[in-house]
Structures are given as C-alpha cells and as structure tokens.
C-alpha cells in the first residue's frame, strides 16, 4: 500500500537529514528503471525477430536478410554490453538475472549466426 506524505509532515519528522540517502536512492531506482527498460527493447526485438528463408536449387532453403540480421544482433549485443557493465544492474536481482539470460541467449546465437553464414 502507497503510504502519502504532505511536505509539513516530512519537515516534521526531520526528513533532511536523510537527503543524501534519499537523493542516492532515486538515483539508484532510475537508473534500474532505464536498464530495465533497455532490456525490455532487446527482449522485444529479439520475440519479435522473424527468420526468412527462400528456396534454393529447388531443394534446399537458405536462410535471407542475413546483413539486417547481423546488424539487428549488432545493435542487441551493443545495447546488452552497456547493461551489463552499468553498476546498477547488479543492485537488483531480478533485473540482474534477466539481463544475465538475454546476454547469454544473444551471445549463443551470435556463435551459432557466425557458424550459419560460414557455412
């Protein structure tokens, strides 16, 4: 439950003396809300990837639009890259935890991409 304060109750109880906790608490759930935010965008771009294929020498299919690909996961692995190495991802577990998953789910495709175009 959202408990509401007016500003002579927080003068009252001598809030004050806390504002630099406060100030670094905000700062804090900002910036976890931006990274979780971030995350979000590379999570959706990633569901909402499709893979074209076409038919090749009447039998085969090969797999199309390879360049926008690359440049899809380029862009994912940059923006994961920044999550990751921002501090303020590991002061919250869950956000943590997704960010660790899509990281490594990115990182595993990006080999298993590298091993379909060579081949």
């Given amino acids: 439950m959202e408990k509401v304060f007016t ?5 009252e109880k001598n809030v004050s003396h806390f ?6 608490e905000s700062q804090t759930a900002t910036h976890e809300h931006n ?3 971030d995350l979000t965008k590379v999570e ?3 569901k909402d990837t499709t893979f074209t294929c076409e038919e090749y020498k009447d039998k085969d299919h090969i797999l199309t ?3 926008e690909l690359q440049e899809t996961l380029d862009e994912c692995l940059t923006d994961m890259n920044n999550i990751m ?4 991802v590991n002061s919250y577990d869950k956000l943590k ?3 660790e998953n899509m990281f490594e789910s990115l990182s595993k495709f990006s080999v298993i991409f590298e091993n379909l175009k060579d081949f």
Wanted: glycine content about 8%; charged content about 20%; overall charge negative.
């Fill in 19 to 24: 504002q630099e906790e406060i100030v670094a």
């Fill in 7 to 11: 500003l002579g109750e927080l003068i």
């Fill in 35 to 37: 990274l979780s935010n």
């Fill in 65 to 67: 639009h390879l360049d």
């Fill in 85 to 88: 190495g921002s501090r303020y």
């Fill in 44 to 46: 959706v771009t990633w």
């Fill in 97 to 99: 935890n997704r960010a």
